[in-house]
């Protein structure tokens, strides 16, 4: 299962985990990603906390905890090479991995249909 949120995040849940990643309309709207700053492992965020950054040749933007977990393992691929984040951003260029603490937070995100008409 693939969720989105408005700040253009997507989260695909397994079990009790779920990968954070930026959607490919975060990657278009910021151009050629440069740099990314990623949680630390075993930090305890709470859903819209500030997770990490991702900087381009536009512009720099937050990206934001979709859900309240702990950070299990972030992307070193991704910080190694953070153009990653634009030739792939659902699949090499996700961000962070995070044990679920509150799955029900997952019921407010929308799917992809709902993201697809809000993204437009």
């Given at each position: 299962?693939?969720?989105?949120?408005?700040?253009?995040?997507?989260?695909?849940?397994?079990?009790?985990?779920?990968?954070v990643?930026i959607?490919?309309?975060?990657?278009?709207?910021?151009?050629?990603?440069?740099?990314?700053?990623?949680?630390?492992?075993?930090?305890?965020?709470?859903?819209?906390?500030?997770?990490?950054?991702?900087?381009s040749?536009?512009?720099?933007?937050?990206?934001?905890?979709?859900?309240?977990?702990?950070?299990?393992?972030?992307?070193?691929?991704?910080?190694?090479?953070?153009?990653?984040?634009?030739?792939?951003?659902?699949?090499?260029?996700?961000?962070?991995?995070?044990?679920?603490?509150?799955?029900?937070?997952?019921?407010?995100?929308?799917?992809?249909?709902?993201?697809?008409?809000?993204?437009?």
């Amino acid at each position: 299962m693939i969720k989105y949120t408005e700040d253009h995040e997507w989260v695909k849940v397994e079990g009790d985990t779920a990968t954070v990643g930026i959607t490919v309309h975060a990657q278009d709207a910021l151009g050629d990603v440069v740099f990314v700053e990623l949680p630390e492992v075993g930090a305890a965020l709470a859903q819209k906390d500030t997770a990490g950054v991702v900087e381009s040749v536009k512009a720099a933007a937050d990206v934001y905890m979709p859900i309240s977990g702990e950070v299990t393992e972030v992307n070193e691929a991704l910080r190694d090479d953070p153009s990653l984040a634009n030739s792939d951003p659902l699949g090499a260029g996700w961000f962070f991995k995070v044990k679920l603490s509150d799955p029900s937070q997952l019921d407010a995100l929308m799917d992809e249909t709902a993201y697809g008409a809000f993204a437009q």
